[in-house]
């Protein structure tokens, strides 16, 4: 299998590991992704609350470069880029008028849109289309005894729920319940972490935070995995600051959850961008037998 | 963006601007179903903390008071999380029409002056607009540097932590084809003018 893949520009920066651990995954599994060449910004939410055609004009270029390579389905590991590209995508399958100004914005450059592509999630593909069997059969690690707090966050899912559950998404719990880890129950998995507002509105996005860390915890999980980039800075990153404003002692650590798939393969750490974490994940995986 | 005098032309218009911009929004005219029942605000991860809650927001629209909505902060607290739309039973798309709000704050300039959120989202386009992709290091240092400059000072540990771990680049990521993006949201532009 080969993916079209739009990594988008927080795991190519902060979020490094997310980008290294999905392509070595891919590679693992023998799907391989293949990046698309000068993709740009998808515009996240901060685009669209300034200005609307255009903020759809630069994620329909991605879409249309996509087109261009051959189409059909472009892999993408963050929730937000997910969520904009395909809104862009389905807003103009649903209006003509939109369609039309954005196909003549993209003609001034040469590029074409038929709507014959949209991104995909890659838990998606690796839960849908490379199936839990094939990644149990490939794992060396079974997870078993390892307590994940699965944490979906809101993109992923919502608004338009393409391949799992609005309110109670569970394809992670499925996956990590197949390679054999303890899922934990997480009655908050789909909730927000608060988003872009942890750089504007901190106070709020730590309390938002601190909900999140509170429940997994009480509910005895060792290691949340993440599906989106965002999510993951605000929860790993922000964790001493939610220590600092809320007097609490959260050593939580966070992996994006290709890391947890990555380990359950016994992948290099070093492939899967481990070691970049500022909670440190050593004691959770000191067990597992990694690649050198 | 500078805030401009609104004349009271400009404000009884706003409403109807704001609709008209709405039903352009595919499935947009479903704004005119809701029974105010509430789903919103209570599903609202952010509601706690609004002046007024999204219910609210389309009380005020029908009041005509929708300037007061967009003074306050209720827009710039949606935080994108798609509650609202998925459990509206009316199928109102409210975290699209919060995104409209915004916009129609910046461009009448009706927003809290100073407010983080507007700062943070005009200063993404424009780095996106420059690289053709985002650069948090820019984009937080101009946010903070305009707003509040010793958050600088409060977020230089993170920061330091970050970069030792090889997670803060201080140089933007360029794409080649600066000058298409560019070529392409000119025209835009100028076809919304007309």
């Not at chain 1, 999630?121 to 005894?145: M, Q």
């Not at chain 1, 972490?193 to 999980?221: F, K």
Request: net charge neutral; glycine share 8%.
């Amino acid at each position: 299998m080969r993916y079209l893949y739009y990594p988008g520009c927080s795991p190519k920066t902060s979020n490094k590991a997310y980008d290294l651990s999905a392509r070595a995954v891919g590679q693992a599994l023998g799907c391989e992704l293949v990046e698309l060449e000068d993709w740009n910004c998808c515009g996240a939410t901060a685009y669209m609350s300034v200005r609307e055609l255009s903020a759809f004009v630069i994620a329909s270029r991605n879409l249309a470069l996509a087109e261009q390579r051959g189409g059909g389905d472009m892999v993408t590991v963050c929730s937000a880029c997910l969520t904009v590209l395909n809104k862009a995508h389905r807003y103009m399958a649903e209006s003509p008028d939109l369609r039309k100004t954005i196909g003549e914005a993209l003609a001034v450059v040469g590029l074409e849109y038929h709507n014959g592509s949209r991104a995909r999630h890659f838990l998606d593909i690796l839960v849908n289309e490379v199936g839990l069997e094939t990644i149990a059969d490939r794992a060396v690690n079974s997870l078993a005894g390892l307590r994940v707090a699965p944490y979906y966050g809101c993109q992923m899912s919502r608004p338009y729920g393409d391949f799992d559950d609005q309110e109670f998404p569970t394809s992670m719990d499925c996956l990590f319940t197949r390679l054999g880890a303890d899922v934990v129950t997480f009655p908050l998995k789909a909730h927000c972490c608060g988003g872009m507002l942890m750089s504007t509105n901190e106070e709020i996005a730590l309390r938002l935070v601190q909900d999140l860390l509170a429940c997994a915890t009480e509910y005895g999980a060792q290691v949340m995995a993440t599906v989106c980039p965002l999510c993951h800075i605000n929860l790993e990153a922000y964790q001493d600051k939610v220590n600092a404003y809320f007097g609490s002692h959260y050593a939580l650590p966070i992996v994006y959850f290709t890391q947890l798939v990555g380990v359950a393969l016994g992948l290099s750490k070093k492939e899967l961008g481990l070691g970049m974490e500022l909670v440190p994940t050593q004691e959770v995986f000191a067990s597992y037998k990694l690649a050198a | 963006m500078a805030a401009r005098e609104m004349t009271q032309n400009d404000l009884s218009q706003l409403g109807e601007v704001f609709l008209q911009h709405v039903q352009n929004i595919p499935g947009g005219e479903k704004i005119k179903l809701c029974i105010q029942c509430g789903t919103c605000s209570g599903s609202c991860p952010t509601s706690y903390a609004m002046d007024y809650t999204p219910r609210e927001i389309i009380a005020s629209l029908r009041a005509g008071q929708l300037d007061k909505v967009l003074m306050s902060n209720t827009v710039w607290l949606c935080a994108s999380c798609y509650h609202c739309t998925v459990r509206c039973p009316s199928g109102i798309k409210l975290t699209d029409i919060m995104y409209e709000l915004k916009r129609l704050g910046i461009e009448y300039g009706l927003y809290v002056q100073g407010g983080t959120t507007p700062t943070l989202s005009t200063t993404f386009l424009d780095i996106v607009n420059r690289y053709g992709r985002g650069f948090e290091a820019e984009l937080l240092a101009r946010l903070y540097l305009r707003t509040n400059p010793l958050k600088l000072l409060d977020l230089a540990p993170l920061g330091l932590k970050l970069l030792r771990h090889g997670r803060l680049p201080l140089r933007p990521e360029r794409i080649k084809a600066a000058q298409d993006l560019a070529r392409m949201l000119q025209y835009v532009q100028e076809s919304e003018v007309t």
